[in-house]
Nanobody, 126 residues
Framework: QVQLVESGGGLVQAGGSLRLSCVASGRTFSSYAMGWFRQAPGKERELVAAISWSGSITYYQDPVKGRFTISRDNAKNTVYLQMNSLKPEDTAVYYC???????????????????WGQGTQVTVSS
């Protein structure tokens, strides 16, 4: 198991930027693919972006392509989500998640992730 703690959420105006961070502790961070999910009120949790253990493979949900960037620093046991040009529809609770994998790839379903953070609120005002 790995423990995950997110930070960096907050209130921002449309067009603004936020950088989310997720620090992992416990087992070897580099053995995990990492993902950022979000859940808006009344909606299902969805995968926003994900990154493989090496960082060489990334995935982005179509609505965030070109605006969000996921990255990781294995030496710091940290994964980041840089969010630019934020829109009101980006408002949600954002969750960091870890998937224990055995090759360098990115799981795209929530069932592939077995470790979750507590979530951080992102609110984008219009």
């Amino acid at each position: 198991q790995v423990q995950l703690v997110e930070s960096g959420g907050g209130l921002v105006q449309a067009g603004g930027s936020l950088r989310l961070s997720c620090v992992a502790s416990g087992r070897t961070f580099s053995s995990y693919a990492m993902g950022w999910f979000r859940q808006a009120p009344g909606k299902e949790r969805e995968l926003v972006a994900a990154i493989s253990w090496s960082g060489s493979i990334t995935y982005y949900q179509d609505p965030v392509k070109g605006r969000f960037t996921i990255s990781r620093d294995n030496a710091k046991n940290t994964v980041y989500l840089q969010m630019n040009s934020l829109k009101p529809e980006d408002t949600a609770v954002y969750y960091c998640a870890a998937a224990e994998v055995y090759r360098d790839y990115v799981p795209r379903g929530s069932l592939g992730y077995n470790n979750w953070g507590q979530g951080t609120q992102v609110t984008v005002s219009s």
